[in-house]
C-alpha cells in the first residue's frame, strides 16, 4: 500500500523558517518524482514544485512564488522528501501535502494526510 | 501562468441527476487535465487524469471529455458519496495551476 506522511508542521513566526517531512513506503521511492503542494484553508490548492526520479538526475523545478525561500530535498536512503522553507510570511499558512507523480498518468496520483503550518506572531 | 476557470463555483444537485463541471484553460494545453475530488479534512483523490481517462478505483459514472480548450467533468447519477469540492489541474507546464473550485452539494 502507497503511504506518505508529512511532519513537521506547527506555528512559526514571521521570518522564521521550518522542514517539513514526508515518509514514503510502499513503492519504489527512486522510480518516482515528488511534488509539494499546499493548500490555505477555504482555497484551491496550489503547487510549489517537485524533485525529478532517479532517471531524470534528481533535480528540482519550482512555482515562482515560492522558488528561492522553499527547497524541495529526498533522501533516497531514508524514503524522504523534504520541503525547506525560510524567510516565511503569514501567506505561507496552509496544509502542505507531499504527492507522488504517477509515471502513466503523469499527475500526483497519491497524496499524503497534510501537515498545516501556520504563520504568525 | 496557465489559468484554469472553473464554473461553477458552487452546485447543487438532487441523487441521480447528471453533474457538470466545466475549466477553461487560458491557452491550449492539450491533454494534461486531470480532476481531483477533496472531501472535507481531507487531501484530493485522483478522478481523472489525461482529460479522458479514468484513475483506477473510480467509479464509471465519472467521465471527463475535451472540446478545445475547455474541459468538462460529468457525473452521470450523483451519488451522496459524491459530495465534496472539485477541482481541475493543469500539468502541461510550470506552474501547474489548479481551478478555485466547485462545491458540490445535495439538494
Known amino acids: ?121 | 501562468d496557465i489559468q484554469m476557470t472553473q464554473s461553477p463555483a458552487s452546485l447543487s444537485a438532487s441523487l441521480d441527476e447528471i453533474v457538470t463541471i466545466t475549466c477553461q484553460a487560458s491557452l491550449d494545453i492539450g491533454n494534461w487535465l486531470a480532476w481531483y475530488q477533496q472531501k472535507p479534512g481531507k487531501s484530493p483523490q485522483l478522478l481523472i487524469y489525461g482529460a479522458t481517462s479514468l484513475a483506477d478505483g473510480v467509479p464509471s459514472r465519472f467521465s471527463g471529455s475535451r472540446s478545445g480548450t475547455q474541459y468538462s467533468l460529468k457525473i452521470s447519477k450523483l451519488q451522496v458519496e459524491d459530495t465534496g469540492i472539485y477541482y481541475c489541474l493543469q500539468h502541461y507546464s510550470a506552474p501547474y495551476t489548479f481551478g478555485a473550485g466547485t462545491k458540490l452539494e445535495l439538494k
Not at chain 1, 70 to 89: A, G, H, K, V
Request: charged share 15%.
Open chain 1, 1 to 121: 500500500e502507497v503511504k506518505l506522511l508529512e511532519s513537521g508542521g506547527g506555528l512559526v513566526q514571521p521570518g522564521g523558517s521550518m522542514r517539513l517531512s514526508c515518509a514514503a513506503s510502499g513503492f519504489t521511492f527512486t522510480d518516482f518524482y515528488m511534488y509539494w503542494i499546499r493548500q490555505p484553508a477555504g482555497k484551491a490548492p496550489e503547487w510549489l514544485g517537485f524533485i525529478r526520479n532517479k532517471a531524470n538526475g534528481y533535480t528540482t523545478e519550482y512555482n515562482p512564488s515560492v522558488k528561492g525561500r522553499f527547497t524541495i530535498s529526498r533522501d533516497n536512503t531514508q524514503n524522504m522528501l523534504y520541503l525547506q522553507m525560510n524567510t516565511l510570511r503569514a501567506e505561507d499558512t496552509a496544509t502542505y501535502y507531499c504527492a507522488r507523480r504517477s509515471p502513466t498518468s503523469y499527475v500526483m496520483d497519491a497524496w499524503g494526510q497534510g501537515a498545516s503550518v501556520t504563520v504568525s506572531s
